[in-house]
Nanobody, 116 residues
Framework: QAQLVESGGGLVRPGGSLRLSCVVS????????MNWYRHSPGKERELVAG????????KVADSVAGRFSISRDNTERTVYLEMNSLKPEDTAVYSC?????????WGQGTQVTVSS
C-alpha cells in the first residue's frame, strides 16, 4: 500500500526559506511522476511543482517560478520542494502526489505558514 509522508512545514517569516520532504513507500517510486500541490481556504488546489520520471524534467507554477524548486532522490525514495523568498500568499497546506497515468497517491500534507 502506498504511503506518502510529508515533513518540513512550519512557521516562517516573509523572505524566509523552507525545504519540504516527502518520503514514499509501498510503490516503485522511480516509476512515478511526483508533484507538490498546495491548498488554502477559499482557493482552489494549485499544482506548485512537478518532476517527471524517468526524465527528471521539472515544471513549476508561474506563481512560484524563480523561488521554488523541486527535486527527487530515487535512492532515498524522496521528493523535495525547496522554497525561498517566501511570501504570506504561500501560506497553505502542501501535499505531495505520486502519479502514474490515472493512478494517484496522496500524502496528508504539511502546513506552511508565512507570517511576521
Amino acid at each position: 500500500q502506498a504511503q506518502l509522508v510529508e515533513s518540513g512545514g512550519g512557521l516562517v517569516r516573509p523572505g524566509g526559506s523552507l525545504r519540504l520532504s516527502c518520503v514514499v513507500s509501498g510503490i516503485t517510486f522511480s516509476g512515478y511522476d511526483m508533484n507538490w500541490y498546495r491548498h488554502s481556504p477559499g482557493k482552489e488546489r494549485e499544482l506548485v511543482a512537478g518532476i517527471s520520471s524517468p526524465s527528471g524534467r521539472t515544471k513549476v507554477a508561474d506563481s512560484v517560478a524563480g523561488r521554488f524548486s523541486i527535486s527527487r532522490d530515487n535512492t532515498e525514495r524522496t521528493v523535495y520542494l525547496e522554497m525561498n523568498s517566501l511570501k504570506p500568499e504561500d501560506t497553505a497546506v502542501y501535499s505531495c502526489n505520486a502519479q502514474l497515468g490515472s493512478i494517484n497517491y496522496w500524502g496528508q500534507g504539511t502546513q506552511v505558514t508565512v507570517s511576521s
